[in-house]
């Protein structure tokens, strides 16, 4: 059954442990196809007929993926794009267009769309989109958890032991960061130890990734890991 507008608000409750496929289009036929297909495939789902009544029932915890027609009244599909970026909600948006158009499909996937199909497309390919969907955000939504935990973790470091972290991690010896706070090496090894055990790294390999994915993030861990391995040591 398609959840019609008043449905909305009522069904916004459902559990927020399975994954949800999403459905925006203003077209009711359509939609009834689509989400008896999504639905015979095993998912749940919820309908809305504006990008509006989305944004103003998603609770941003909900795992899922997001599918939209490009044929939407009201809002289209660029400005709720773009209005998902700046509310900082981060789901996979799949679009279906009624025509393949590839300047239009490269610049909605450059707005944040995870990918461009056309009506046409098999259901096959559908299902697959889902599912990387699915993926998608679950890996998000790990990420995010991680760089919160590790942020926690920062801020659990007082402002002496912060600052020996930042010298470490700029590879300064112990002697000199003993130098630079006008304090003895024994407290700053003592910091250095306080700060190892409050990150809860084993190395300063770790203790330097754990600080990218709190400030920056995980997808550039990788990168910084190379950049600094050759100039990274342990007094």
Avoid at 118 to 129: K, P, V
Avoid at 196 to 220: R, T, Y
Wanted: with cysteine; net charge neutral; glycine share 6%.
């Amino acid at each position: 059954m398609i959840l019609s507008t008043t449905d909305q608000q009522s069904s916004i409750s459902l559990s927020t442990q399975h994954p949800t496929v999403f459905v925006v289009d203003g077209s009711v036929e359509p939609r009834r196809r689509l989400v008896d297909a999504v639905r015979a495939w095993g998912h749940l789902t919820e309908t809305f007929d504006s990008a509006e009544g989305f944004l103003a029932a998603y609770e941003r915890a909900r795992p899922g993926c997001l599918i939209v027609r490009d044929t939407l009244p009201g809002m289209n599909v660029l400005a709720l794009l773009g209005r998902l970026q700046a509310k900082g909600i981060w789901l996979p948006v799949i679009v279906v267009a009624e025509q393949t158009d590839v300047q239009e499909a490269v610049r909605t996937m450059q707005k944040g769309a995870l990918t461009v199909l056309t009506s046409g497309n098999q259901e096959q390919e559908l299902r697959d989109w889902i599912r990387r969907g699915f993926e998608a955000d679950n890996q998000e939504r790990q990420r995010r958890t991680r760089q919160r935990e590790m942020q926690r973790r920062l801020a659990r470091l007082t402002p002496s032991e912060n600052e020996v972290l930042e010298l470490m991690i700029s590879g300064k010896a112990n002697k000199n960061i003993a130098r630079q706070q006008a304090v003895s090496l024994r407290t700053v090894e003592t910091r250095r130890q306080q700060v190892f055990q409050k990150m809860e790294a084993d190395s300063l390999a770790e203790l330097i990734l754990m600080v990218v994915e709190a400030k920056i993030g995980e997808g550039v861990c990788e990168q910084f890991e190379l950049a600094t391995a050759s100039r990274m040591r342990i007094d």
